[in-house]
């Protein structure tokens, strides 16, 4: 257990809809990083907060976007699903010193139809 | 970020050790090499990682070749439980940023 908790587990919408993904950190760990895997594409980073400011972006699509609250949980939202959005979503989280490692959560998968 | 390059697929047999190499030819001397692994749909798990010296911990060992351009993550005893994806990735020094993650290495530890 990595102490990175998601939720949902599973999420099936249809399209055009919009969907909120939830993500608590471990207990101390200030950074918070999302990450898309698809069958085709592997594991693709999103975006990063650090104690509630994003860091860092990557391949993140417009319709998407994240927060990171003052209890340091965060929301990935999407919105107007695509089927290609069908995903597993992962969360994973630092502590703020260097080279610190990430711990990923299980996942949301998503299923848009 | 150096690039990394791994096999696409081992096997091994249990109760032997599994050595999975990978190529960091253009690391610089402020990278690390850090090793995950992802077990069929988990999330990926942090094994170990490295600068110049060998690490180990309770679940791996990390060898780094003195020039540093290649590197070796050996599981002593492998199980049925260690298949999985495994993913060899560089990452400068002082990050505190994200991993980027390539294709890795499907272990396959067969009885």
């Known amino acids: 257990d990595s102490g990175v908790t998601q939720t949902p587990k599973h999420l099936i919408t249809a399209t055009g809809q919009r969907v909120t993904l939830r993500c608590s950190p471990r207990?101390?760990?200030?950074?918070v990083y999302w990450y898309q895997q698809s069958l085709d594409q592997g594991l693709q980073f999103l975006i990063q907060?650090?104690?509630?400011?994003?860091?860092a972006k990557g391949n993140i699509l417009e319709r998407f976007s994240a927060q990171q609250f003052p209890d340091l949980h965060s929301e990935l939202n999407l919105s107007s699903l695509e089927l290609g959005d069908s995903a597993l979503y992962f969360c994973?989280?630092?502590?703020?010193?260097?080279?610190?490692?990430?711990?990923f959560g299980n996942g949301t998968r998503l299923t848009v139809t | 970020d150096a690039k990394t390059t791994q096999p696409t697929s081992m096997d091994c047999a249990e109760g032997r050790a599994a050595n999975l190499p990978c190529n960091h030819s253009?690391?610089?001397?402020?990278?690390?090499v850090y090793w995950y692994r992802q077990i069929h749909s988990q999330g990926p798990q942090y094994i170990i990682h490295?600068?110049?010296n060998n690490e180990t911990n309770e679940m791996a060992s990390l060898i780094i070749t003195e020039d540093r351009k290649s590197s070796t993550l050996i599981l002593p005893h492998a199980t049925l439980r260690d298949t999985a994806v495994y993913y060899c990735?560089?990452?400068?020094?002082?990050?505190?940023?994200?991993?980027?993650f390539g294709k890795g290495t499907k272990l396959s530890v067969k009885p």
């Open positions: 207990s101390g760990d200030l950074s």
């Open positions: 253009t690391i610089s001397g402020n990278e690390y």
């Open positions: 490295g600068l110049k």
């Open positions: 994973a989280s630092s502590v703020a010193g260097v080279n610190s490692p990430l711990h």
């Open positions: 990735i560089v990452r400068p020094r002082k990050s505190q940023g994200n991993l980027i």
């Open positions: 907060y650090y104690n509630g400011e994003e860091r």
